[in-house]
Nanobody, 129 residues
């Protein structure tokens, strides 16, 4: 059974940093696309960041570019999201996700929830001003 387990969420103040981790078990995703989405109260789940299986492609939503960084440790079957200079608008539940695909033809493919096959339970990030 495939499981994605997120950790590292919590309370932060504006300007702080947090590092989310997502440990996968049940299968290896070393050559598959993995990513992060988030969902704020009353809003739809939105794309945050993704990395292709070959690591050549890293995508970010505009609002986090320059502040967030996605990385992965294939030996640990783990993907990370380093979040710097946090803002109150980053407050959301953050979900780790993995695809059965190595990559997608265009950026849109990485940003669509339906292209991901596995999801974690989410970890809450709350940023106060």
């Amino acid at each position: 059974q495939v499981q994605l387990v997120e950790s590292g969420g919590g309370l932060a103040q504006a300007g702080d940093s947090l590092r989310l981790a997502c440990a996968a078990s049940g299968r290896t995703f070393s050559d598959k696309t993995m990513g992060w989405f988030r969902q704020a109260p009353g809003k739809e789940r939105e794309f945050v960041a993704a990395m292709s299986g070959n690591r050549f492609i890293r995508l970010y939503t505009d609002s986090v570019k320059g502040r967030f960084s996605i990385s992965r440790d294939n030996a640990k079957n783990t993907v990370y999201l380093q979040m710097n200079d946090l803002k109150p608008e980053d407050t959301a539940v953050y979900y780790c996700t993995a695809s059965s695909a190595a990559d997608y033809l265009d950026a849109a493919g990485y940003q669509q929830t339906q292209n991901y096959n596995y999801w974690g339970q989410g970890t809450q990030v709350t940023v106060s001003s």
